[in-house]
C-alpha cells in the first residue's frame, strides 16, 4: 500500500502556469474592446513580431490543447466534423475550426467562456507542418479575413549552406510579414520593441533554458518530463516579462532543489524518455501509473529543460549575434524545428543526446494518430535507437487530442512489457 | 477498338513487372516519380523514362513494418513495393514531397531499399502567391537539374528540355481532346478504360503514348452515340493512387456515367500545360505557380477547388459530384469541407467515398452510390 502513494514531486512554480494562461486568454478576450488587433496564429509562430505591435496573439493549437485538457473537445470535434470535417483531419484542428465555426455562427456557450477567443483580424500560418497552411486557409474562410503565411521548406541537404540559405529564404517571408501587419494594424512597426523582446526577454530565456537544460540531467531527475512540457506551455506564446519572471523563479526553484536534493521521484530506478507530442488527457493516468514503479520519465523533446541540443537550436547561444538582426533569429528559430529535418538529423541531434546524454533505460515513441510529423518514422526510429543504444522502445498510438484514438488497454501493455524488458536488464 | 483493347491489356499485369520487362527489351534507364507534380521533362530530357510510381494491388506487408496503418495507401503501398524490392528496377527516384507522409517516406525508402542507387527528394513551396515563390521554386528546379546530370553525367541542355516539353504538351493536347469527346459522348469508353489510357501514359515513353492515343482518336467513331440517358457525374480526388476499378463499374453498373473528372489518374495529371518560353527552367515552375486544377496540397486563394469543380459540372451539365478521398489523406481532408460548401452553394448533389488500399467488400459503397444516382434521378 506504501508504493501506491508514490507520486512525482511536482516543481511547485508550475501550479502558476493555468493561472498565467487563463490571465493571458483573458487579456485576448479583452483586446477588441482595447482597440487591439487579434492574429489567431496556427503552426510555428513568431509570436515576437506580434508581441512587439501589440497585438493579441494565441497559437491555435494551443487553444484546441486548452479544450481536449478540460475534456470539452468532443463539442467540438462534432461540430468540424458535422460540417465536413473528416475524422483524419488533425485533430487540433477539428477542435479549432469547430470553435471558430461555433463563433461565426454566434452560438458559444457561456460556460466555456474559458476556452473563447474574439474573431481574427487577420490569420497567420507557418507552415513547418503542411496541414498548418491549409488549416489556416479554412480559418481565413470561416471569418473572411487576411491570412499570411511562411511557407517553411523541409531541409533534405543537412549542410549549413542549405540551412542557412532556408534560414534567409524565412527572413524575407517575414520581412514582408511586417509589412502586412502593418498594413492591418495601420502604424509602422514597433521595431525598438521587438529588439527589447528579442534581446531583452528571449535571450535571458535563452540562457535559464540552457541552464536548466544541464540541471536536468542530474540523476536521479530533478523534475520529471511530465514538469518540463508543461513548463513548456507558457513560452509557446506569452512574450511578456512575466515569463521571464516565471523562468527566473522555475530556475531558483530547481537549483534550490540541487542544493536540498529534493527530486522528481526519490526512489527513481528506471529512466525513460518520451518523444512526440502529449496526449494532454492521459498525463494523470500516466504519471499515476509510473510512479508508484520508481519509474521516472526523466526527458522529452516536447518540454522546457531536458531538450538538449534542440533547446540550442531553438536558442542558438551565439545567434544572438547574427548581426544583431531579429528577424534573423526568428527565421531561426522557426526554420530549426524538426518538422522540417531528417530522420538522420532527428537521430542525431535528438535522441542520440536524450539518450546518451540522460541515461535513459527505454523510450516511449508517441506516435499521434492524426499528427503524421510526430508519427512518421516512428517504427524505424524504434529500431535504430534499440540497434544504436541497445535500449527498448515502446511505440504507443494514440493522439493528442482526439482520445477516442487512445486505447488504454494496448498503451498499458506495451508500456509494462517495455518495462518488463528494462528491468530484466537492469535487475 | 484495337487501342482501346491494348490499353486494357497493359493493365493486366502489375506496372512493375511490366516495366522490368520493357527495360530489358530496351536496355533503358527508369526513374521513379513518388509525389504529385515531379516535373517529368527535365528526366526525359535526359533520355531517361520517368513513371509514376502506385502502390499496386498487392497485401501490404513489409510496409506495415514502416508504417501505422493510418497512412494512405499510397505512401504504405510504395514504401511496401520498395521494401520487398519489387522496385529494385528503378534506377532512381525522384519524390516531390507534396505532403508530409511523403517526406516521410524519403528516409524509410532509402534505409530500406538499399538497390534504389538514387533517390532524389525535392521541396516545392507550398504557398503558391507569394512573392518570392517563383524565384524559390527555381531554385529548387536548378538544384534537381544538376544533381540529376551530376548522377548521370550528362547534361541537360536547353534544346533537349524544350523538346521534351513540347513532346509532354501534344501529351495533354491528346488527352484534353479525349475528354472533351468523353465530355460529349460518355459512352465512347468505360471509366476504367479511361483509366487504363492514363496509367499507361503515366509509365510508358510519352512519344509512344501520343501515337496511340493519335490511333485511338481516330478509332473512336462518335456518330454512332446517340443521347445518353444516364446519370452524369463528375470524379474528384483519389489522390497519389489510381481508382479502385470496381467503384468505376459500379457507378456504371447503377445507371451512371463518368462525364469528366479532376482525378489524380486523371484530368489532374495532364490539365496543365507547359507554356514553353524562352526559359523552359522557368516554364517548369510556372506551370507549377499556375497549375490548373486547384491542388489540397497547395494554397492559392485565387484557384478555389469547390468553384473548380461547380464549373466543371457546369461545363460537362453533370448531375453529381463524387469526392473521393483516399482514406488518411489529410490534405484532402482540409479541403474537402470547402467543396462541399460550394456544391451545396450551387446546389449541385454531392457524395463523399474514402478509398482505402484494402478492401474486403464493396457491397456498402455500392449502396451509397446507387442511392446518389437515385437521388439525381429523381431530382
Ligand atoms: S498535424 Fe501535428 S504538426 Fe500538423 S498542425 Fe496538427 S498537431 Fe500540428
Ligand atoms: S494521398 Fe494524400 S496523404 Fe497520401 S501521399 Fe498523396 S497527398 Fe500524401
Redesign the interface.
Known amino acids: 500500500m506504501e508504493e501506491q502513494r508514490k507520486r512525482y514531486n511536482r516543481l511547485k512554480c508550475t501550479a502558476q502556469i493555468s493561472g498565467m494562461m487563463d490571465k493571458f486568454y483573458e487579456d485576448i478576450r479583452r483586446a477588441p474592446s482595447e482597440g487591439r488587433k487579434v492574429c489567431w496564429c496556427v503552426g510555428a509562430s513568431p509570436f515576437e513580431i506580434l508581441a512587439a505591435q501589440d497585438v493579441a496573439s494565441f497559437h491555435t493549437e494551443n487553444q484546441a490543447a486548452r479544450i481536449s485538457a478540460g475534456q470539452e473537445h468532443m463539442y467540438y470535434i462534432d461540430k468540424a466534423e458535422k460540417?465536413?470535417?473528416?475524422t483524419?483531419?488533425?485533430s487540433y484542428?477539428r477542435i479549432n475550426v469547430g470553435s471558430a465555426l461555433y463563433i461565426v455562427e454566434g452560438q458559444w456557450r457561456e460556460d466555456h467562456e474559458r476556452y473563447r477567443v474574439p474573431k481574427p483580424d487577420f490569420i497567420w500560418a507557418g507552415?513547418t507542418?503542411?496541414?498548418m497552411?491549409?488549416?489556416a486557409?479554412?480559418l481565413?474562410?470561416i471569418f473572411d479575413v487576411p491570412m499570411f503565411?511562411?511557407?517553411c521548406?523541409?531541409i533534405?541537404d543537412d549542410d549549413d549552406e542549405t540551412y542557412m540559405k532556408t534560414v534567409e529564404?524565412t527572413r524575407?517571408?517575414l520581412q514582408?510579414f511586417i509589412t502586412f501587419i502593418e498594413e492591418n494594424t495601420g502604424r509602422p512597426y514597433n521595431w525598438d520593441a521587438l529588439n527589447n523582446i528579442v534581446f531583452g526577454r528571449m535571450r535571458r530565456i535563452a540562457e535559464i533554458r540552457a541552464e536548466i537544460d544541464e540541471l536536468c540531467k542530474r540523476k536521479p531527475a530533478i523534475m520529471s518530463a511530465f514538469d518540463q512540457m508543461i513548463a513548456m506551455g507558457p513560452y509557446n506564446q506569452l512574450r511578456n516579462q512575466e515569463l521571464v519572471e516565471f523562468y527566473e523563479e522555475m530556475l531558483l526553484e530547481i537549483k534550490d532543489r540541487v542544493k536540498n536534493g529534493i527530486v522528481a521521484l526519490p526512489d527513481e530506478k528506471y529512466r525513460l524518455m518520451w518523444r512526440g507530442n502529449f496526449p494532454w488527457y492521459a498525463v494523470g493516468k500516466m504519471s499515476r501509473w509510473m510512479a508508484p514503479q520508481d519509474i521516472c520519465l526523466a526527458t522529452s523533446g516536447y518540454g522546457f529543460g531536458g531538450v538538449g541540443p534542440h533547446a540550442r537550436g531553438l536558442f542558438p547561444p551565439d545567434g544572438f549575434g547574427t548581426d544583431d538582426d531579429p528577424l534573423t533569429f526568428i527565421a531561426w528559430n522557426v526554420t530549426t524545428r524538426g518538422y522540417t529535418r531528417?530522420?538522420?538529423f532527428k537521430m542525431r541531434e535528438e535522441v542520440h543526446e536524450y539518450v546518451d546524454g540522460y541515461e535513459i533505460d527505454g523510450a516511449i515513441l508517441h506516435?499521434p494518430?492524426?499528427c503524421?510529423?510526430w508519427?512518421?518514422?516512428?517504427?524505424?526510429m524504434a529500431k535504430l535507437i534499440e540497434k544504436r543504444y541497445g535500449i527498448p522502445v515502446a511505440v504507443i498510438?494514440a493522439d493528442h487530442t482526439d482520445p477516442r484514438y487512445y486505447n488504454e488497454a494496448s498503451v498499458d501493455l506495451k508500456l509494462q512489457a517495455l518495462i518488463e524488458i528494462i528491468k530484466e536488464r537492469k535487475g | 477498338m484495337k487501342t482501346l483493347s491494348l490499353f486494357d491489356k497493359m493493365n493486366s499485369q502489375p506496372y512493375y513487372e511490366r516495366l522490368e520487362e520493357w527495360k530489358k527489351e530496351t536496355g533503358k534507364k527508369i526513374i521513379g516519380c513518388w509525389g504529385l507534380y515531379v516535373p517529368e521533362e527535365m528526366i526525359h530530357a535526359l533520355d531517361i523514362l520517368p513513371v509514376i510510381l502506385f502502390n499496386g494491388r498487392e497485401p501490404i506487408t513489409l510496409g506495415a513494418q514502416h508504417w501505422q496503418s493510418y497512412m494512405c495507401g499510397p505512401v504504405r503501398g510504395v514504401t511496401d513495393l520498395a521494401c520487398k524490392g519489387k522496385l529494385d528496377f528503378l534506377d532512381g527516384m525522384v519524390i516531390h514531397d507534396c505532403c508530409h507522409e511523403i517526406r516521410g517516406s524519403v528516409d524509410i525508402i532509402k534505409l530500406n531499399a538499399h538497390n534504389i542507387k538514387y533517390i532524389k527528394p525535392i521541396w516545392f513551396p507550398k504557398i503558391l502567391k507569394q512573392k518570392q515563390t517563383k524565384q524559390r521554386l527555381l531554385e529548387e528546379l536548378k538544384k534537381l537539374k544538376g544533381s540529376l546530370e551530376d548522377f548521370w553525367g550528362k547534361e541537360i541542355t536547353v534544346d533537349a528540355l524544350h523538346r521534351s516539353i513540347e513532346i509532354y504538351n501534344e501529351n495533354s493536347d491528346l488527352m484534353a481532346e479525349l475528354y472533351e469527346m468523353r465530355r460529349r459522348h460518355p459512352g465512347i469508353m468505360k471509366a476504367g478504360q479511361m483509366q487504363h489510357i492514363i496509367l499507361a501514359g503515366m509509365q510508358m515513353p510519352k512519344e509512344e503514348h501520343n501515337q496511340l492515343l493519335k490511333d485511338l482518336l481516330s478509332e473512336i467513331r462518335t456518330d454512332s452515340f446517340s443521347e445518353d440517358e444516364r446519370v452524369k457525374i463528375i470524379l474528384s480526388g483519389s489522390l497519389c493512387g489510381e481508382m479502385p476499378e470496381e467503384i468505376l463499374d459500379i457507378i456504371e453498373d447503377v445507371g451512371g456515367c463518368v462525364v469528366d473528372d479532376d482525378l489524380y489518374v486523371g484530368s489532374r495529371y495532364f490539365l496543365t500545360r507547359v507554356s514553353d518560353g524562352n526559359d523552359p527552367l522557368e516554364a517548369l515552375a510556372d506551370r507549377y505557380i499556375d497549375m490548373v486544377p486547384p491542388c489540397p496540397t497547395t494554397q492559392d486563394p485565387s484557384n478555389d477547388l469547390g468553384q473548380y469543380l461547380v464549373n466543371m459540372v457546369e461545363k460537362s451539365r453533370a448531375g453529381g459530384i463524387i469526392n473521393i478521398i483516399t482514406k488518411f489523406c489529410e490534405a484532402h481532408c482540409h479541403i474537402y469541407p470547402w467543396v462541399r460548401y460550394a456544391c451545396r452553394d450551387a446546389g449541385i448533389p454531392e457524395l463523399l467515398i474514402e478509398t482505402e488500399h484494402e478492401v474486403t467488400s464493396f457491397d456498402p459503397i455500392k449502396t451509397r452510390i446507387q442511392a446518389f444516382v437515385e437521388l439525381i434521378k429523381g431530382e
Not at chain 1, 83 to 86: L, N
Not at chain 1, 375 to 380: A, P
Request: proline share 9%; aromatic share 14%.
Open positions: 460540417e465536413g470535417w473528416p483524419d483531419t488533425c484542428t507552415n507542418c503542411p496541414a497552411v491549409q488549416w486557409d479554412s481565413r474562410r503565411g511562411v511557407d521548406p523541409f533534405y529564404y524575407s517571408q514582408d531528417t530522420l538522420d506516435s494518430r492524426s503524421r510529423p508519427s512518421m518514422q516512428e517504427y524505424d498510438e
